[in-house]
């Protein structure tokens, strides 16, 4: 199977642009979660979405959003973009688990964000 | 609150040592752990999960609920084995991952 691919894989903006992140989740997978990745504060979750709705969301601004589609592949957005922003942002997709026990998450190549 | 805990940034040991990656965790109810890994130029993916009680290249992880803790183990570290090292807690759809621990093996 071919695995989570992430578009574009690289990205520089300036301050107070917005930018919308794609992730094409595993073929069967219908979760799909993103987060934020820098040196100082490591991996964070930003939200998870099953079968387009959000079913939890972490501790970000309202500046990020997301959403997902009927063939599960989900888009991000930051808006009014700051430079704190500059991050690289992973996609990881997952089966559901019927319990809703946590699945393993596969992870997308990520997209590198400058902002400038 | 729920927390991941990986107190050594770097760990850095001789071929053939034996290896033991801390991870520490804050989580009221039956925690679903994992290690993921991260070698160089490669996306992250699991190494392992509590659940599965499995050895994966070589690689081992008890879930120690009285202490808290999901320390990772293998008996003789390869060179191969130099990477990033992640602890995470499974919760409510999402990961909570520690800092990470970068493993460098020495020849």
């Known amino acids: ?116 | 609150a729920q927390r991941v805990t990986q107190p050594e940034k770097l760990l850095s040991v001789f071929k053939g040592a034996p290896v033991e990656l801390k991870c520490n965790y804050s989580y009221s109810g039956s925690p679903e752990l994992f290690w993921y890994v991260q070698y160089s130029r490669q996306r992250l993916q699991l190494l392992l999960r509590h659940i599965s009680r499995e050895s994966i290249k070589g690689f081992t992880a008890d879930l120690n609920k009285g202490e808290t803790s999901f320390h990772l183990k293998k008996p003789f570290a390869q060179e191969e084995d130099s990477a990033m090292y992640y602890c995470a807690l499974g919760s409510s759809y999402k990961l909570i991952f520690g800092s990470g621990t970068r493993l460098l093996v020495r020849p």
């Open chain 1, 1 to 116: 199977k071919a695995g989570v691919t992430q578009t574009p894989r690289y990205l520089i903006k300036t301050r107070g642009q917005q930018v919308t992140l794609s992730c094409s989740p595993i073929s069967g997978h219908r979760s799909v979660s993103w987060y934020q990745q820098t040196p100082g504060q490591g991996l964070q979750f930003l939200f998870e979405y099953f079968s387009e709705t959000q079913r939890n969301k972490g501790n970000f601004p309202g500046r990020f959003s997301g959403r997902q589609f009927s063939n599960s592949r989900s888009e991000m957005n930051v808006s009014t973009l700051e430079l704190g922003d500059s991050a690289l942002y992973l996609c990881a997709s997952s089966l559901a688990h019927p319990t809703g026990a946590q699945e393993t998450q596969y992870f997308g190549p990520g997209t590198r964000l400058l902002v400038l």
